[in-house]
């Protein structure tokens, strides 16, 4: 199989540097030199290994990018920008026919899908790319839809702590509340327990300080109502190289859709994938 070009967009943030680390080791896939970046990073280039990224900025990239795309014609962008940016990079995207991983949290996640199935490319839109976190929200998403209400009258705590320079609520913690929804407990994404603090994280926490800067714990708390049961559930990721081959498989998903299409001679039909179809296929 000939390597696939992938553009990381997100440099020089920890997450796509680290991904953009794995994929250079993986002879599948081919990495461009170019990251799109943040407004605020003062850098122009980045280096990882022995290969150097220019930073695109965001008054340069509607130029630059189309001149990428007529060099890469079958690129697949993977970005892990920021949530300000999720739709404004969702658009610039669709404009340019340019395939995408979204594994970035925040937006508007249902006016991103709207504008990839108006277009003519496909995308997998995901809150979190670790496969077995993703696992266990199909074992929430079965057991929501097959025991309804099964914790009725239960109260629900969700806490979730990542580093400081995590500007949103966990896009996974959200997702999750929708099942304990149809558990039977009414509680809303505006009740998840944010922490961003280092030196609680360190002291009541206990996250070992070297993750401190680079980690997603999360508890989900149910109590009966008289207090006499409480079930727990805890996924605790430290560092990011989880993340790095479900991006992969997710990449190497979506390259075998787009060829699909091309088979089918049906290209102009934009497709919406999660990472939940990324497991089964």
Not at 21 to 46: C, E, K, V, Y
Not at 94 to 121: C, E, H, W, Y
């Amino acid at each position: 199989m000939k390597p696939i070009n992938i553009m990381i967009n997100g440099m020089p943030g920890n997450v796509a540097s680290i991904i953009a680390a794995n994929i250079l080791d993986d002879n599948r896939l081919t990495l461009l030199p170019f990251s799109m970046t943040g407004p605020d990073i003062q850098a122009i280039n980045h280096k990882i290994k022995d290969l150097d990224f220019k930073l695109i900025k965001p008054y340069e990239v509607e130029n630059i990018l189309p001149e990428i795309m007529r060099k890469f014609p079958d690129m697949i962008a993977v970005d892990f920008t920021h949530p300000t940016a999720v739709n404004k990079n969702g658009e610039l995207y669709t404009k340019l026919n340019i395939p995408f991983i979204m594994g970035t949290t925040g937006g508007d996640r249902d006016a991103l899908k709207k504008q990839v199935l108006s277009s003519s490319i496909s995308a997998v839109i995901a809150p979190n790319m670790a496969k077995q976190i993703v696992g266990f929200q199909a074992m929430m998403e079965y057991a929501a839809n097959t025991f309804p209400d099964l914790f009725k009258g239960y109260t629900l705590q969700i806490k979730e702590s990542h580093q400081n320079g995590k500007a949103d609520t966990s896009g996974t913690a959200k997702a999750m509340v929708k099942y304990y929804n149809k558990l039977g407990i009414p509680f809303s994404e505006d009740n998840i327990i944010m922490e961003r603090d280092p030196q609680i994280q360190k002291s009541e926490l206990n996250i070992p300080e070297e993750y401190i800067t680079g980690h997603a714990w999360h508890t989900y708390t149910l109590t009966s109502p008289n207090k006499t049961a409480k079930f727990e559930f805890s996924h605790n990721i430290n560092g990011r190289d989880i993340y790095a081959q479900g991006t992969i498989d997710a990449v190497l998903f979506l390259h075998n859709k787009i060829e699909e299409k091309k088979k089918e001679n049906n290209t102009n039909k934009g497709a919406v994938y999660t990472m939940i179809d990324v497991l089964k296929g």
